[in-house]
């Protein structure tokens, strides 16, 4: 007699809201997934560059997030806290044979109304820390904003339903923040909020069998998922104002200016704010660090590991970070236009035709730059805290114009947010001088383990 390969099943009917901007997709040059692309893509209508890089999208077309990588993403986030990932996601290490898991993840699909935007990038010679040559490229991406649908189905037997409890601590994670979608996650990318609705069906009642086999989804209310506290990271959180800032859109746009349209540099805007984009923030801060790591005479293992690195050959396809920087959003921030001259750097002259206008934003309500790291990175996170306390000092600058007075920032204080619930905080004052409160401790062990010798 044939045994039943499961008598319960669990729905999952999942909305989802991205907090961050989400990145899917790959390189892509073809030109109608280009156009496509372009044509979803209202914030920035021209290409720029030698490439780019593409969302994912049905041919109708409606953005996806493929639930190969939903279902990636929750495993990985399993596996690293010691469950049982091969039983609700399959395996093909048992005896040779492919095991089917018990979870089935559909593909995130997005409203039909959502927007894409188009960030400028640039790839870097590790070695002199320069752009490389025929290296800028655009990456296309989901909008902050954004809502997706997708659902969870688990099949499986009543011995196994604590299984359920697994996923819906999943659904916990990614609703707060521990688990992110797609790429460019530690650049502040793929973070999002979740409500779903849930049932179980219990498949030896008639009732319940009938509607399995109809399809009938999940209804009521949408519970959301609980709070979770990552014990695992340390956060900074750097509060600012600043008076004069641009991160370039990559591309001008037509404004009005005495009367007729002409040609601004523009800062990079999304869902109705200036954007400081992670990425950005990250190379900033990056810069400052592996001097602070030469100074101290670290390895350079120390900063690749924590801010990552590209590929250096066919062989090597480069490593990944594990500090995690977000998008700074301006709110009500002011906007100022300043008309420039380019230098002819030979001469010393004024360029022909070389008359331009910037846009820069200033801000009025403070702003946060937040960035992440594991609490076990000891060294790491005293490497973070000089260069923020730099950043702070105005020893360096974010975006562009610094030669001219801009990306200087009036920092109030940095919060450090300790695992376990403790926090540290440094407020600034005038003359290079700050004020240290809370749980500071730990950090002074920080800053002690950085002086010692490297390991």
């Not at 994912?56 to 596996?79: C, D, H, I, T, Y």
Request: proline content about 4%.
């Amino acid at each position: 007699m044939l045994k039943a390969a499961f008598t319960m099943a669990a729905w999952y009917e999942v909305s989802a809201e991205c907090l961050t901007p989400i990145r899917t997709g790959g390189a892509d040059n073809d030109p109608e997934t280009l156009l496509v692309t372009k044509s979803l893509t209202p914030v920035r209508p021209e290409g720029n560059g030698t490439g780019a890089e593409t969302v994912f999208m049905r041919a109708q077309p409606v953005l996806l997030l493929q639930g190969s990588s939903l279902a990636g993403a929750l495993r990985g986030w399993l596996e690293e806290n010691g469950g049982n990932a091969d039983g609700l996601f399959g395996s093909s290490a048992v005896k040779g044979k492919i095991c089917p898991g018990r979870l089935r993840v559909s593909d995130g699909v997005f409203l039909p109304e959502t927007e894409t935007a188009l960030r400028p990038r640039l790839k870097l010679d590790s070695r002199r820390r320069t752009a490389e040559n025929n290296k800028k490229f655009d990456v296309a991406h989901i909008q902050t904003g954004a809502r997706f649908r997708f659902r969870l189905i688990w099949l499986g037997t009543e011995a196994q339903r604590d299984e359920l409890a697994v996923v819906e601590r999943m659904l916990s994670a990614l609703h707060n923040g521990e688990i992110r979608l797609g790429a460019q996650k530690n650049n502040g990318f793929g973070r999002v909020s979740l409500r779903y609705q849930k049932r179980e069906y219990v498949l030896s009642g008639e009732k319940d069998r009938r509607d399995w086999l109809d399809k009938t989804p999940p209804s009521g209310v949408p519970v959301t998922p609980e709070a979770l506290t990552d014990n695992r990271r340390v956060q900074f959180t750097l509060r600012f104002r600043a008076d004069s800032l641009l991160v370039k859109a990559g591309a001008e746009a037509f404004a009005e200016e005495d009367g007729k349209l002409s040609m601004v540099t523009v800062p990079i805007e999304e869902a109705g704010y200036a954007v400081i984009p992670g990425s950005s923030v990250k190379g900033a801060v990056r810069a400052r660090a592996e001097q602070i790591a030469a100074l101290k005479g670290l390895p350079l293992e120390e900063t690749e590991s924590l801010f990552g690195r590209t590929a250096r050959g066919d062989h090597d396809n480069g490593r990944s970070g594990v500090a995690r920087f977000e998008d700074i959003r301006l709110s009500n921030e002011k906007r100022g236009r300043v008309r420039r001259i380019r230098i002819n750097r030979f001469t010393g002259g004024v360029v022909t035709s070389g008359l331009f206008t910037e846009e820069a934003v200033s801000t009025a309500v403070p702003a946060e730059l937040r960035v992440s790291l594991p609490a076990d990175r000891e060294r790491g996170c005293a490497l973070l805290l000089y260069a923020l306390r730099d950043l702070a000092w105005n020893l360096y600058g974010l975006g562009s114009g610094r030669s001219i007075g801009r990306g200087n920032l009036d920092a109030s204080e940095l919060e450090i947010r300790l695992p376990g619930g403790g926090t540290a905080f440094f407020r600034f004052r005038d003359g290079f001088r700050c004020e240290e409160s809370g749980q500071t401790e730990v950090v002074r062990g920080w800053l002690a383990g950085l002086e010692g010798k490297p390991k």
